[in-house]
């Protein structure tokens, strides 16, 4: 059985068409959006993936929703995920404490300093930063090895 071709001949009736159609969209549109689920811990939005060219090209789409950008990587370049990351404010109260899915790790925080903790396997990257309200701030995270 073709589809398109039943649909085109009339086999179908309009309302089966309409209703794999619709379907068909919505399928398309959750797709699209798979590693952009927002998730919110602390007060922190946050979002991650990147694996992917796909993934890339949806987190670049909605970057300018965020102010902090984290990139992991090793020296060698290869990009790597499952990174443990940890966001303190300038007291050491810890905002945040999520794992990334993919090298990008994007998050919207208050105007303020920080402390950002990212460790992969058993190897930790201290970086203290400060966030304000211009554009989105990229921080390149690479360890030796994993």
Do not use: C
């Not at 085109?8 to 399928?27: H, I, T, W």
């Not at 992917?52 to 290869?78: C, H, P, R, T």
């Amino acid at each position: 059985m073709n589809l398109i071709s039943d649909l085109k001949n009339g086999m179908l009736p309009r309302g089966v068409a309409a209703f794999l159609l619709v379907s068909a969209l919505f399928l398309s549109a959750g797709a699209a959006h798979s590693d952009a689920i927002v998730r919110t811990a602390g007060g922190v939005s946050y979002v991650s993936g990147g694996v992917g060219a796909d993934s890339i090209d949806e987190l670049s789409m909605i970057s300018g929703n965020f102010n902090l950008k984290l990139v992991f990587a090793l020296q060698s370049g290869n990009y790597v995920s499952d990174v443990q990351v940890v966001i303190a404010d300038a007291s050491g109260k810890t905002l945040l404490d999520a794992t990334s899915a993919g090298p990008w790790f994007l998050a919207k925080l208050p105007v303020g300093n920080y402390q950002i903790v990212a460790t992969l396997g058993d190897h930790a990257i201290k970086r203290q930063i400060a966030v304000g309200t211009a554009k989105l701030q990229t921080i390149d995270l690479r360890w030796a090895t994993e």
